[in-house]
């Protein structure tokens, strides 16, 4: 019966869509880099994806036919600003996305588990403002003024910026990757997404240091594990 939990567990933590647990790893090779290929993008209004690009790449030398696992860590930054401007009781809404993509490719092949976001922040802000009261005339010379017609308002206006960074890390994974020398590129794209009213929105991402971790192991199938 503990067998059988443990074997559940094992098969709920797996990534690849085969299902995988991990075995010995035979071999192993790192990379670690600044990266300065996605320096942060600000976003037009609208959304904006940014084309693939190669951030961090390794070879390494696979002496039998065995699975490769590949562990990327990133240190990954979003930057939001969203504006609203409002007056006389009228709702005004802005919104600023951004957000962050990696792949693995092994000589030009897709690894498990595909496309990771690494990280993503959507901010919206709302505000329904009175405005501010500028000056007001009795343009009637009735003695009355009346506030919409014979006064004048401005926007008040709101303003939420967030800029952060922190480490994320994944492993991805490829069964069956042959024998000799196999090239490993890890890649990412930026998108934003901004909308806006009478206000304003922006957004961007960057990513900084990284590093690729690369193991050569065996790995066992997940219906294997079931029979245990």
Not at 63 to 77: E, I, N, P, R, Y
Not at 159 to 180: C, I, S
Not at 193 to 214: D, E, V
Request: include cysteine; aromatic fraction near 4%; charged fraction near 20%.
């Amino acid at each position: 019966m503990n067998a059988r939990l443990i074997s559940r567990s094992l098969i709920a933590l797996t990534v690849l869509a085969s299902s995988v647990a991990m075995a010995e790893s035979a071999k192993n090779s790192m990379a670690v880099g600044e990266i300065n290929v996605l320096p942060r993008i600000d976003g037009a209004s609208g959304a904006s994806e940014g084309e693939w690009a190669t951030i961090l790449s390794s070879t390494l030398r696979m002496s039998q036919q065995k699975d490769l696992v590949a562990t990327v860590s990133l240190q990954t930054g979003l930057f939001t600003d969203t504006l609203v401007r409002s007056k006389t009781g009228t709702s005004d809404t802005s919104t600023a996305e951004a957000g962050i993509e990696v792949r693995v490719l092994v000589d030009g092949v897709e690894a498990a588990p595909g496309v990771v976001v690494f990280d993503r922040r959507t901010q919206t802000l709302m505000a329904k403002f009175g405005g501010v009261l500028n000056e007001c005339r009795d343009l009637n010379d009735d003695g009355t003024i009346t506030g919409n017609t014979e006064c004048s308002w401005s926007d008040e206006e709101l303003q939420l910026v967030l800029d952060t960074m922190g480490a994320r890390a994944f492993t991805f994974a490829l069964n069956d990757v042959g024998v000799g020398d196999h090239v490993i590129e890890v890649q990412a794209r930026i998108s934003t997404y901004r909308s806006s009213q009478t206000g304003a929105s922006n957004a961007g991402a960057s990513i900084g240091k990284g590093s690729l971790t690369l193991e050569e192991v065996r790995l066992v199938r997940t219906n294997q594990l079931i029979g245990m």
